[in-house]
């Protein structure tokens, strides 16, 4: 078992935690890979969950198929203490933004693929 990858075929799935402010601006992390650091551009308004594909970055493809991909599911930390520098700084972001506490719409497909596995 490896402490930050998961395997499924050739292809490699790893969680790596990012700032707020490196999901919203967009930023360039580095990522553990098999050969060393692996650069991986996270896009400018990242959400949690989202996933970047490092094509070729996995393992190799026992079947000859070349190498798989790497997974990089991205989770953005939202701090629990802040200085009151960060603090003034996040209400004042805040108050430009607009708010919107509605519920989403409802996947159903995700309703579907629930009832799917459990009848």
Known sequence: MHPYFER???DLYCTVPVTVAQAALGAEIKVPGLNGEEHVKIPEGTQTGE???LKGKGLPDPHG???GDLYVNIHVVTPTKLTREQRRLLEQLGATLPVEN???QRDSSLFDKVKDIFG
Do not use: E, M, T
């Open 65 to 67: 198929g070349g190498k």
């Open 8 to 10: 499924r075929n050739a």
């Open 102 to 104: 509605r519920p989403a």
């Open 51 to 53: 996933i970047v594909r």
